[in-house]
Structures are given as structure tokens and as C-alpha cells.
């Protein structure tokens, strides 16, 4: 008995640090012609403009992501509006750590206006699923996919100067295994740190010039 209940214990914490998996978006947004077809190991389905040169950039202002799924009640709204606060502290956090910007600028915060002949970059979008699953369901048949939360963002990057589409991203994760199910919470916030994790590596492949590749 003591042997069956140590595997367990350790069967439970194996999987509690399951993180979230990419899966493919569900009805991808395009903006200004860009549609996101090209499939990308970090970030999921990509979309770029011929010209787009991400070096070209010194400043990256990043916008809140309104969630656009539907929303049932008051309490889904209020922790909507935490997650989308969260992705967005996160993709500034993120996006600083790469060093790819000189500067990066959380548009919630702080009112930005450009340097005459300052190139710069607008990172927007929607919350297009946010799904907080069962976590009864997750605690029971979480293994095989029950109750699994689900998160997908919708980005563009648009110039500064003119609004203009340079690139559209599309990336949707999906949880369903942790510790005793795992709270929505917990699943959904680790998910959008993947998603902005993912991103600032995708773009520091792409400042090197590689172009976005499956696997």
C-alpha cells in the first residue's frame, strides 16, 4: 500500500509540471491582407509582409488584448480582464528580456509619442478564446484531454507611422493536466507566459533572418 500510494504521489507531481501544449488556432484573424497560413514551431501560424525588417525598429509599444470570446457573467469578465492585464505585462516583460528593442512600452501605462523619423512597431490584438475547462474533469480524465482550458491570441505588428500591417500571428495553447486537475487560473496564466515567451523567441529568430519553420 505504501509503495502504491508513493507512485501515485509521484505519478500526480510528474504531471502537475505538464505546462501547456500549442495546438492549431482556431479561425485565425488576418489585418491588411497579412493572413496567417505559415506554420511556426514557437508561436503556431504566421503571417509576414515582404518588406517587414524587425532591425529596422527601436521602439515596441505594446497594447492591451481585449477578450473577445464570449463571456458569460460578471466574475468571467473580471478574470478576463485579469488575463488579458497579465499577457500584456508579460509580453513587455518578455520582449524587454530579448533585447531586441531598445526600448519597449506597455501602452496601458504610459502615454508614448515617437521621435520625429523614430521607427516603431505596435503590437496588438485580441484575445480571441479564453475557455476555463472543468477542473473536475481535469482531475479524472485530464490524461486523455478532459476539462482542458484553452487560450488563443490573435497579434498584429503594425507600424507606428501609418498603421500598417507588417505581421499577424495566431497561437492557441491548450491545458489540461496538473496537480488534483489544476486550477483555470494557474492553466491559463501559464499559457499566455508560453505564448510570450514563444513570441520573443520567434522574433529573435527572425531578427537573425531565419524564416518561421514548422519544426
Do not use: W
Request: aromatic letters at 6%.
Amino acid at each position: 500500500m505504501t509503495v502504491r500510494l508513493s507512485m501515485a504521489i509521484a505519478l500526480l507531481l510528474l504531471v502537475a509540471g505538464c505546462g501547456s501544449m500549442r495546438t492549431n488556432p482556431d479561425a485565425p484573424q488576418s489585418a491588411g491582407g497579412l493572413v496567417p497560413t505559415v506554420e511556426d514551431q514557437d508561436v503556431g501560424l504566421v503571417g509576414i509582409a515582404p518588406d517587414f525588417d524587425l532591425k529596422a525598429y527601436s521602439v515596441i509599444g505594446v497594447a492591451l488584448f481585449p477578450v473577445t470570446d464570449r463571456l458569460g457573467d460578471e466574475g468571467d469578465r473580471r478574470f478576463a480582464a485579469e488575463m488579458a492585464s497579465f499577457f500584456q505585462t508579460e509580453l513587455v516583460r518578455r520582449l524587454r528580456v530579448s533585447g531586441l528593442f531598445p526600448r519597449v512600452v506597455n501602452l496601458t501605462e504610459t502615454a508614448f509619442t515617437p521621435a520625429p523619423g523614430e521607427k516603431v512597431l505596435r503590437l496588438e490584438g485580441n484575445i480571441t478564446r479564453l475557455g476555463r475547462g472543468s477542473q473536475a474533469a481535469r482531475y479524472f480524465a485530464g490524461i486523455f484531454g478532459a476539462g482542458q482550458t484553452r487560450a488563443q491570441a490573435d497579434m498584429r505588428f503594425v507600424e507606428g507611422a501609418d498603421g500598417r500591417a507588417v505581421m499577424v500571428v495566431a497561437d492557441r495553447r491548450i491545458a489540461s493536466i496538473g496537480l488534483f486537475g489544476g486550477a483555470d487560473r494557474d492553466h491559463l496564466r501559464e499559457s499566455f507566459d508560453d505564448m510570450a515567451r514563444d513570441l520573443a523567441k520567434f522574433l529573435q529568430r527572425l531578427a537573425r533572418g531565419e524564416a518561421p519553420r514548422k519544426e
